[in-house]
């Protein structure tokens, strides 16, 4: 992947993140709106199901009841939160450190003493939020 | 290496790259020798096909194609937000054949480059 276009996905992940934060937060009855495919497909919730209001809880300062949501929340909001800032540190200083970061990231992520630990999380937490029926 | 062997390779390989691809790799293999027939026979390449079902077939908003095709950044990315609150599930329908054919290039470039 090259490093402009990675740039470039992050920014509109990340704006149309919060994008979609405000909106729910703002204009939907219950705080939020159904736009996942899984769910609306066949009922049951996927992985990150919860996390919308996980972040609206964390923002609020909320952080159990985040954590009991789903703990991906923690994750996005690190994520919107800190990335915008380091991608515009880059382009701005013209390095590439989240760049190389990535990059490391995938290697280290691709081992399999790695992956499979964080895949039997994943599915642990998949079968947690089937069980709490978010 | 002789040219008989670049065009069974060709033949075999040619819908695991993109149309613009093909002059580079086959010119890449003409100039390689003949000892790495080897190597390039054993590439692993992926089908973007079986990208493509998996992509239709549910694994597209959990990412999973995106990390068949080896693109674990993104898939991760996939995954933490229900496909992209399922617009990047359906851009990627449309997507995923290609950024598989360029993750292929990328593995020849790996291997024999």
Redesign the interface.
Known sequence: MAKNKLYLIVLIACFSGYLYLFYTTQYSENGQISVCMIKNATGYSCPSCGTTRAVQALFKGDLIRSLMLNPFGIIGSLGLLILPFWIGIDLATKRKSFYATYIKMETVLKQKKVAIPLIILVVLNWIWIIYKEL | MESQKVDLFMMMNAKYFESYHLPAVREKLVQLDDERWPAVQSLQLKDPTTSLIISIV?G???GIDRFFI?????G??K?????????W?IIDWFLIMGATREKNMEIFQNALY
């Open positions: 549910g597209g908003a959990l080896g693109d674990t950044g993104m991760i990315g995954l933490l937000t229900c496909g992209g609150l399922g617009i599930t």
